[in-house]
């Protein structure tokens, strides 16, 4: 069925919005999904923060040629849909993970990341990535492992520490006291001895007689 001007004017502009803010953009390939099944894929994307668009093939390369999209567009086999989001994860992430449950029904053709086209097996890969918020997650788990890492090691470091001042302390309580004794000479009894009566001078017949 042949669409307006109107309307190819109407879809260019909401293609042009969505890739202008886009981190990635993913090519699905739903031509298998019911209309309940394809309601289910919108929420779950819509939930994860993902823009779901189907659009004409001829449309959707008019608006990434306008955006300037870098490498060789991937092989976009029956019904194009677009998956579009600021996260560089969700919107691949999102579809990959639908498939995973509706097999044969959907799958990812390629996408555009950063301004460059993917091939399937690139989109897929990166699909495979946790998203922006499971990474946080996991540095915030790596985070804490190395505090914890820290915290045994300073812990242990204290423990010993602590070992060895009482050691230590062990060690001086079980010195045995040694008293030292310090001799002293004996004393030499000391003998007093009379000290010598002065000598008297005999007196000289001559001074006796006077």
């Known amino acids: 069925m042949a669409i307006t001007k109107a309307k190819k004017v109407e879809i260019l502009a909401k293609l042009d919005e969505g890739l202008k803010s886009a981190e990635t953009v993913a090519f699905v390939n739903f031509h298998k999904l019911s209309v309940g099944e394809v309601s289910a894929l919108r ?11 189907v659009a004409k093939k001829t449309l959707v390369k ?13 092989e976009l086999a029956g019904e ?5 989001s600021k996260d560089p994860v969700a919107s691949a992430k999102g579809v990959h993970e639908f498939a995973k449950i509706h097999k044969g029904k959907i799958s990812l053709m390629g996408g555009v990341y950063q301004g460059k086209y993917f091939s399937k097996e690139e989109i897929t890969t990166l699909a495979s990535i946790p998203s922006m918020q499971g990474l946080r997650g996991q540095f915030v788990g790596m985070l804490n492992q190395s505090i914890a890492s820290v915290v045994r090691v300073f812990d242990a470091k204290a423990k010993k520490e602590g070992e060895m001042v009482v050691l230590t302390e062990v060690k001086e309580e079980a010195k045995p006291e040694v008293s030292v004794e310090v001799s002293t000479p004996e004393e030499t009894p000391v003998v007093a001895t009379e000290a010598p009566a002065p000598a008297v001078e005999e007196a000289k017949p001559e001074e006796a007689a006077a």
């Open 80 to 84: 194009l849909a677009l998956a579009w």
């Open 62 to 74: 008019r608006a990434l040629d306008a955006r300037g999209v870098e490498g060789t567009q991937p």
């Open 43 to 53: 929420k779950s994307l819509r939930e994860a923060g993902v823009s779901y668009y």
